[in-house]
């Protein structure tokens, strides 16, 4: 049971570049997040989704979009990467009151 | 929105010291609690929970009860050890969502 998996793991992006962090989780689980969390700060929420083709806001989207066309996959884009964006980004996902599982992030640089 | 007051870091405790972390929360109706741990270079792990007023979760040594009249969820631990050492949150789910607050990061030394 592999849970929730998060790639990359690293990456280091150039300003005005894109990319996509993938997130997938075997669970069945039907709520999946995305946050950032900044060196020495908490976990901001930037997107989640209570299933399959419904997404919304956090609260932090500006910058990213996101989609849900499967229960298992929650991809993240970043279309014009900005200094700003360097973070940490952590994927959840969860049945709602037993708790979510999170992975084990992706350490973004954008310089 | 939901919103979440942690007692201020750092944290350092000798082993087997007490251990008290302050959670406060504002939210609608009546959230189900979270702590969650972060070891370093890692996600999230859930602690404990609990789901309404009054009860206690409990693990790892770990309690924290619901405490809807002063709406606090305060972490506790009788003997802290080395490998206590990481960063915990407070999370209320509310409106299907987890609301996190910045985060305490305690040091436990031998």
């Known amino acids: 049971n592999a849970g929730v998996t998060q790639t990359p793991k690293f990456r280091i992006l150039k300003i005005g570049q894109s990319m996509t962090l993938q997130c997938t989780q075997d669970m069945n689980h039907n709520y999946m997040y995305w946050y950032r969390q900044d060196p020495g700060m908490g976990l901001k929420l930037i997107y989640y989704s209570v299933g399959a083709g419904i997404t919304d806001k956090g609260e932090v989207p500006n910058g990213y979009n996101v989609s849900r066309s499967t229960t298992e996959d929650f991809p993240l884009r970043l279309e014009l990467a900005a200094p700003s964006q360097t973070s940490v980004y952590f994927c959840?996902?969860?049945?709602?009151?037993?708790?979510?599982?999170f992975g084990q992030g992706t350490r973004l640089t954008v310089v | 929105g939901d919103s979440v007051t942690q007692m201020e870091g750092p944290v350092t405790l000798s082993e087997e010291a007490f251990l008290t972390i302050n959670c406060t929360y504002t939210?609608?109706?009546?959230?189900?609690l979270f702590w969650y741990v972060q070891y370093p270079g890692e996600g999230l792990q859930l602690l404990l929970k609990a789901t309404k007023a009054d009860d206690k979760g409990s693990n790892k040594g770990f309690e924290a009860t619901y405490r809807k009249e002063t709406t606090s969820f305060h972490l506790e631990k009788g003997s802290v050890q080395v490998s206590d050492s990481a960063v915990y949150f407070c999370a209320p789910f509310g409106n299907e969502k987890l609301t996190f607050g910045t985060g305490t990061r305690l040091t436990i030394i031998p």
């Open positions: 959840a996902s969860s049945l709602g009151d037993p708790g979510a599982f």
């Open positions: 939210a609608t109706g009546y959230p189900s």
